[in-house]
């Protein structure tokens, strides 16, 4: 069966620090991997998706850029955290069909930015 | 552009009442594809439901049913005789046409089940 996984749980950084969280898949390949944030309270937005590696789109300008090293791995980086980059981070895969199959979330990133 | 619409913000209901959860979306598209995902205090989604644009039969799990309309833009989920497990966030999300881009969700409604 599929796994994927957040880490770290949570993060605690001061503004202006660096950033990486991670996401990894297992017992799928080539899934087609999302990064989304949820802002205090709610609403899920959209970050970056990639159907490949090295393949990444990004849906709005941000403070964040995104990679993909290998095919079950997904990455969120930002060089310098802003107050607002504050949020619940969740990575999410699907099948890389070309159809709309079923995205299915990881455990998440609660970050902090003080 | 997509939208999806849940207008209920909070519903807080007592244990073994029934309850709908309200999803209203807009999409140009002919194909599309419509979810409910739940999320509990932890955080995670869990997926509960996916139905295509094609397929308007209502579906029934166990105590979750889902009412999917396209004449009013409508994908419902009533939960019948309601635990307060079921307490949490549920939202409903909207993709649509080919391709490998994210889901549009609503804002999500949060359940309520007191004892």
């Known amino acids: 069966s599929q796994t994927i996984h957040q880490w770290p749980a949570t993060l605690v950084q001061p503004v202006g620090s660096p950033l990486s969280l991670e996401c990894t898949v297992e017992g799928t390949s080539n899934p087609n991997l999302y990064w989304y944030r949820q802002a205090a309270g709610r609403g899920l937005q959209l970050l970056f998706y990639?159907?490949?590696?090295?393949?990444i789109s990004s849906e709005v300008p941000q403070n964040l850029s995104a990679s993909r090293p290998q095919d079950r791995q997904f990455i969120l980086s930002s060089k310098k955290l802003l107050l607002s980059d504050s949020g619940f981070y969740l990575c999410?895969?699907?099948?890389?069909?070309?159809?709309?199959?079923?995205?299915?979330f990881g455990p998440g990133t609660r970050l902090l930015v003080l | 552009a997509q939208k999806v619409t849940q207008a209920q913000t909070e519903i807080s209901v007592v244990e073994k009442e029934d309850v709908t959860l309200d999803c209203v979306y807009e999409?140009?598209?002919?194909?599309?594809?419509l979810f409910w995902y739940k999320q509990p205090p932890s955080g995670e989604l869990v997926f509960l439901i996916r139905r295509n644009s094609f397929d308007e039969q209502n579906e029934i799990s166990g105590r979750y049913s889902w009412n999917f309309q396209k004449s009013t833009s409508s994908f419902n989920f009533t939960i019948t005789a309601s635990q307060v497990v079921d307490s949490a966030v549920y939202f409903c999300?909207?993709?649509?046409?080919?391709?490998?881009?994210?889901?549009?969700f609503g804002k999500g409604t949060h359940l309520i089940i007191q004892p």
């Open positions: 990639s159907v490949g590696i090295g393949q």
């Open positions: 999410a895969w699907s099948g890389g069909l070309g159809v709309r199959e079923t995205q299915y």
């Open positions: 999409t140009r598209d002919t194909t599309y594809y």
């Open positions: 999300a909207l993709i649509s046409g080919g391709g490998a881009d994210g889901l549009t």
